[in-house]
């Protein structure tokens, strides 16, 4: 049994309802894991200690990460370098096959090139689209990337495009990770 913190940022609770599937497989295979958004870890602060491997998941919104992903990896790079870690993002370009490699996927790199910390382990996954709750901004702006990127533009559509199997095997793969810490 070990001790997991799993920090994560959501702005639609896509990200947020990931990281609750994850949660429940890794105390499935007996582990103790403690969820805490991002915001929470910059203004309280981390017990470090209580951890024995931490596995951050961040979502890309138009085409970076929220500033708080930054300042928290920025804040605390030393901290995490010393510990077993593994970090996933999450894009809507993820929902084909190279966007979702680490090497293909041009956000996870330009989070590699921009942030402090180099994580041990990484993984994208594909997001979802849920126009109708979106704002009008929001909704035109996706509609527009998606029609360059030959996506879905209905604006009426709510498209998940995770594949929930490969979430609980990536649970499952962090859960081990744990286990060799
Ligand atoms: C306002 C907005 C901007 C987005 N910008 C991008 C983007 O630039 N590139 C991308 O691949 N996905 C983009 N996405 C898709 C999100 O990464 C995806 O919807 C993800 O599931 C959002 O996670 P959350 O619900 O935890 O915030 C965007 C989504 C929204 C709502």
Redesign the pocket.
């Known amino acids: 049994m070990k001790n997991i913190l799993i920090v994560y940022?959501?702005?639609?609770?896509?990200?947020?309802r990931m990281v609750r599937t994850i949660e429940d497989h890794l105390k499935e295979m007996g582990h103790n894991v403690t969820v805490m958004p991002v915001s929470e870890a910059l203004l309280e602060g981390v017990d470090w200690d209580k951890y024995d491997f931490v596995l951050c998941g961040f979502?890309?919104?138009?085409?970076?990460y929220h500033p708080n992903v930054y300042e928290f990896v920025r804040n605390n790079c030393t901290r995490l370098d010393r510990k077993p870690n593994a970090m996933f993002n999450?894009?809507?370009?993820?929902r084909s096959p190279f966007k979702a490699t680490v090497e293909g996927n041009r956000?996870m790199q330009n989070f590699l090139t921009r942030s402090p910390w180099r994580p041990k382990d990484l993984k994208c996954f594909a997001?979802?689209?849920?126009y109708p709750n979106?704002n009008f901004f929001?909704k035109k702006?996706?509609q527009l990337?998606m029609k360059i990127t030959n996506g879905p533009t209905d604006p009426t559509m709510c498209i998940d495009f995770?594949d929930w199997d490969d979430v609980k095997r990536y649970a499952e793969h962090i859960g081990k990770l744990a286990e060799q810490s």
């Open positions: 940022y959501s702005r639609k609770g896509h990200t947020a979502p890309v919104l138009y085409g970076t999450v894009t809507v370009v993820a956000y997001g979802k689209i849920d979106l929001d702006c996706i990337i995770t």
